[in-house]
């Protein structure tokens, strides 16, 4: 079971990045599925959860409004779209999910069985 994430890298401040989570060796289309991030020097955070079916999000207030979390089932894929990027928003990005039998829009990061091996994401002032 895999978690490839992609898409990250150094953009300006006010600039776009599209973190893309492609699930592979099982289905994730019936689990909640999340990006956690990882400032330098800091603890894991969460960022947005999706719900096995997409009609739920979360997201934590310092990215609402800026990020959108979203999923194509059909791909076993999960995006992140980050728009006016600001440099706290520099971290390690991870994508991972739950177990299938979960529903909760856990923000805990214990509650995720399987995760990606991160993405650097960098925003310069």
């Known amino acids: 079971v895999q978690l490839q994430a992609c898409g990250g890298g150094l953009v300006p401040s006010g600039g776009s990045l599209r973190l893309s989570c492609a699930a592979s060796?099982?289905?994730?289309?019936?689990?909640?599925m999340a990006w956690f991030r990882q400032p330098p020097g800091k603890e894991r955070e969460v960022v947005t959860i999706?719900?096995?079916?997409?009609?739920?999000?979360y997201s934590v207030d310092s990215v609402k409004g800026r990020f959108t979390i979203s999923r194509d089932i059909a791909k076993n894929t999960v995006y992140l779209q980050m728009n006016d990027l600001k440099p706290e928003d520099t971290a390690v990005y991870y994508c991972?999910?739950?177990?299938?039998?979960?529903?909760?829009?856990?923000?805990?990061?214990?509650?995720?069985?399987?995760w990606g091996q991160g993405t650097l994401v960098t925003v310069s002032s």
């Open positions: 060796g099982r289905t994730f289309s019936s689990s909640v």
């Open positions: 991972t999910a739950r177990g299938s039998q979960f529903r909760d829009l856990s923000t805990s990061p214990t509650a995720y069985e399987y």
């Open positions: 999706i719900s096995g079916n997409g009609a739920s999000t």
